[in-house]
């Protein structure tokens, strides 16, 4: 089986970037066999990734490779430069309305300390159904020790009945 050269699975911009054209993962990230293709780049023409770091991406695009466009970063660092916590974000904000269809309104949406939104109809559904399951629990509960208190009370009549003590 012939080895495929890693360093011949990328192409040079005209900008500089260097475009992965290999097979990438779901996330986007270039891929060759298991190693991620920026990393294999990097250690290949600069060197070792140093302990407990990572590469970040300055340029954002996950399928390019050029090394002098990679930082070795903790990992705290590369997720706060990312941009998923925005993209995600403004993705949450573009939602018109909830999962369940509910509209996404004045009236309708509440808003956390987290500045985070939620359905106020859909809370109220769910309040519902947990009052009622706990009333049902309840009234579960109180038949059950009537019944309880029934058996001893007819267990004590009968013990007195047969002049047995209770």
Known sequence: ???IDPM???VIQPDGCWWWIGPTDKNGY???GAKL?????????????PHGLEL?????LRRRVNPWHLEPVTHAINVRRGCAGAVNRARQIARTHCVRGHPFDEQNTAIDHRGHRS???CA???HRLYYAADLDRSRLVARDKTRA???RIKEEEHGELHGTPG
């Open 119 to 121: 359905c106020r109809t």
């Open 37 to 49: 293709a920026h990393q294999l780049v990097y250690e290949s023409l600069i060197g070792p990734v």
């Open 56 to 60: 970040d991406h300055l340029c954002r």
């Open 8 to 10: 011949s699975r990328f």
């Open 124 to 126: 109220n559904i769910h």
């Open 1 to 3: 089986m012939k080895k």
């Open 149 to 151: 208190l029934r058996a």
């Open 30 to 32: 270039g891929r060759h």
